[in-house]
């Protein structure tokens, strides 16, 4: 078999592995954020098309006017749309790309090569692309929508002289209406590019009717979505607080420079490619036997020309960070279009000067490693967090109107690049749930470092009692101070520093016991005793254990080092997943206690009463552990 055919079948391959990948993980993404508001806007009802188009209205006149709306609600509600249309997105995306980046169809194995080299950076140069494409919502939004607007340039990539027939410019035309209104921070940059391009191409004598009809359409797309009904509610009526002018004032320099820092840190991986493909280029010559027209003219000439699209490419996603000064809401998906042009123009370069096999090699292995590594990081975590999104589902669809619901975090609940993050921890999705299920309260349990002892869900519970009473009270007046959540010493200081505080405001009154408590918020996990104490005073002393939890090297085992006040006291040490499963580790007899952390979230340290009937544990250690 000839060694082309050999390398096409491999590029099919990677193409294909990495479709499946994005399919694969896209069907694995749980039922959360904008699924509920889609699912609470459409009442919860199957698609049809009537439906789909009531959608689409009801969201043009009174929410989220643009194009990725609608796709939207397909990838919610027609079954395995997203699995479909969101690989195909990401291939499109990255053949505009390439095809910007080139100037023509790719066709021989160096083009594929170069494709392929924008299938796999795409997953480090466009910005937190896991996160953004493995929701739904994103997806349709920020991505289906940046494969458009780029397919929407590659005309004029193709047709330099920016003319074309009546028919072309009419279809064009409508092209641009659609990509007009795909997104508020892009259009007025493709706006202003579309006008000097056609005046560029007008001094050089052409007539760029292809050009001006791209534009005129564009401008009544984005006319279309920046005065839509829809814009004065968005995002909770954001935009009639503030004009826009006074936003951007708002913001203050810093605040507006931030946003075009995060632009350069963005683009930083790839400004540094751009530098390393120049100096690889430049360091070596081309061989006798390389085809024509790569002499030493043409190669500048080439070079050039890359150069120039970098300037532009680089300047148009300027000027669309700067549109964000503006924008009521800011983020990592408002600068894939910017990165993706700055990636095309990164191929503009490496077409130019990367002109031997050995030379455009590294940059492939680069780019299929960037691949294989995407899978590793996301398909066993979207594997998990579908399994523990199912879970809650099912909790949600077995609760009962009333009920108070609790809902334990995933895994993974924080923003990554690759993952989105629990949506429970939003306390605006959890009144959609809230009202979805016609619940009295929905609670989230989870990692929050500000939170007692690194946790949400759950709170400290002081109580003291005087001498001659009874009873206990509740003392209102407990403070934390700045001490972190995981910081148990901090917490037994301020334990402290409230009781000397109680003692003075009871006056001829004896303060008998003070004792910090733990309680959950709703049911309470499983847990070795029913009651959690973090410290108690009592007869003048604090009575409160530390520990501490290491680990050695990259060792995935934990080690547990008591404080020495621990020593011989009749505690059994438990490690606790909070949420999850208690594990009996030992005794305080000075045995090793170990354990591997079995899943993603937040641990205690508890040291129980080991006597027969014993009912109490203290927190003695908290921390936070990825399994």
Known sequence: MPWSRVLLALFVAYVAANALHVG??????????????????????????????QFWWDQYTSSNPRLGQPLTYLTYKLEWFAEI??????????????????GRWPRRGRDLALWAIAIGFSWFVLPQIGRNMFCRAYAA??????????????????VRSGDASLHACVAYGIAGIFAGACNEHTGPTFLAFLLGYAWWLRRRGGHPRLVLAGFLGMTVGFALLFFAPGQDSRYGEIAQQVSLLTRMLQRGITGNLDIVRDYIAYGAPLLALLVIALLVGLARKPPPTTPPPLT???????????VRFIAVAFVMGLTMAMTLFVSPKLGSRFYIVSLSLLLAGFLALADAVLVTRRQLVPFVVLAIAASAYAAV???????QVSAQGAARMAALDASKRGDIFVAD????????WWYIGDDFRDFQKRELVQKYFALSRVFFRGYDLKGPLGMAGVRFAPRYRVAGDDCDRQYELFDTGVTRGFDIAGVHRSTAA???????????????????????IGAPPPLPRPHLVVARWSAGRIEGYTAKISRRGRSTTREIKLGKELAGKPFEIYIVQVGGEAKKLGTTDGAPLRYVPWRSGVYWVLACDAKPGGTECFVIAATRQSA
């Open 85 to 102: 249309a969101t690989p195909l997105a990401h291939l499109a995306l990255s053949l505009a790309i390439t095809v910007l980046g080139l």
């Open 498 to 520: 409230a009781v000397e505080l109680l003692r003075g405001q009871l006056g001829a009154q004896q303060l008998a016991r003070f004792e910090l408590g733990v309680v959950f």
């Open 24 to 53: 694969y993980v896209v069907h694995h993404e749980p039922f959360a954020f904008d699924a509920w508001n889609v699912a609470i806007d459409s009442g919860a009802k199957p698609i049809t098309f009537e439906r789909f188009l």
């Open 409 to 416: 975090a995933f895994g993974q609940v924080d923003e990554t």
């Open 141 to 158: 939004n920020y991505i289906y929508t940046a494969a458009i607007q780029l397919w929407f340039l590659v005309p004029l990539r193709l």
């Open 296 to 306: 030493d003219d043409a190669t500048r000439a080439a070079r050039r020309r890359a």
């Open 377 to 383: 990081r996301t398909v066993p975590l979207y594997r």
